[in-house]
């Protein structure tokens, strides 16, 4: 089962940041952060990982909290072409490497 | 095109029949994974290789299912006596390291 928890729904006017919270309480000290999104009718796409300290790629920033029990994906300016299923996920960056997906946050960017 | 392919994309099929997926990785990955995605849920591991050698396999991958990466190279997922609960997309994906899965478009599979 997916150990991260995420608003089911989001909306976000264009132009706009849109940030996207994800809760992973469990999360151990090996355990990344990993966001990919899926939009419709496509395989999931990979966005941006971490394991404690911000980072940062053309897509999306990602912020971290310092106890690393919740972090945050921003998409500096949505644009209409972000509206997809954003899923977090939480998981090891050796040894098992499977991810465990779990129902994700459906975004929406608003004209 | 240098990213993963799937093949068929789409694939209807009556019960009971055999159907063969394959997926062509990103040349230098030597990761690949089988997932299963139903309607309304995210995507669901089913199994994995490191080269050729099948590392993981989910329980949800029954005895009617099975994969191979024969060279190290692409993969087949057979299942055999199809159900129509086996109706799902499988997607596929690869990768050097975790951090980036390429996935592929992935196979759209009806049991009628």
């Known amino acids: 089962d997916a150990k991260t928890t995420q608003p089911p729904s989001m909306d976000c006017a264009e132009g706009r940041a849109a940030n996207l919270p994800c809760n992973h309480s469990?999360?151990?000290?090996?355990?990344?952060v990993y966001w990919y999104r899926q939009i419709h009718s496509q395989g999931p796409q990979y966005i941006i990982h971490?394991?404690?300290n911000n980072e940062t790629n053309e897509m999306a920033s990602l912020i971290i909290t310092e106890d690393r029990k919740s972090s945050t994906l921003i998409l500096p300016h949505a644009t209409l072409r972000d509206t997809a299923l954003y899923y977090c996920i939480d998981t090891p960056d050796f040894g098992n490497e499977k991810l465990t997906f779990g129902t994700g946050t459906r975004l929406t960017i608003i004209p | 095109d240098t990213g993963v392919s799937q093949n068929p994309r789409h694939k209807i099929t009556k019960r009971g029949q055999n159907v063969t997926f394959r997926c062509d990785p990103i040349s230098e990955h030597n990761r690949l994974y089988w997932y299963r995605q139903t309607l309304g849920q995210g995507p669901e591991f089913l199994t994995y290789?490191?080269?050729?050698?099948?590392?993981?396999k989910s329980r949800l991958l029954s005895d009617r299912f099975s994969a191979e990466r024969p060279k190290g190279s692409f993969s087949t997922l057979e299942i055999q006596r199809t159900e129509q609960g086996d109706s799902a997309m499988y997607l596929c994906a690869s990768s050097q390291w975790l951090a980036e899965a390429f996935f592929g478009q992935g196979t759209r599979l009806t049991v009628v």
């Open positions: 971490g394991l404690k």
């Open positions: 469990t999360i151990s000290g090996n355990e990344y």
């Open positions: 290789f490191q080269n050729e050698a099948q590392l993981e």
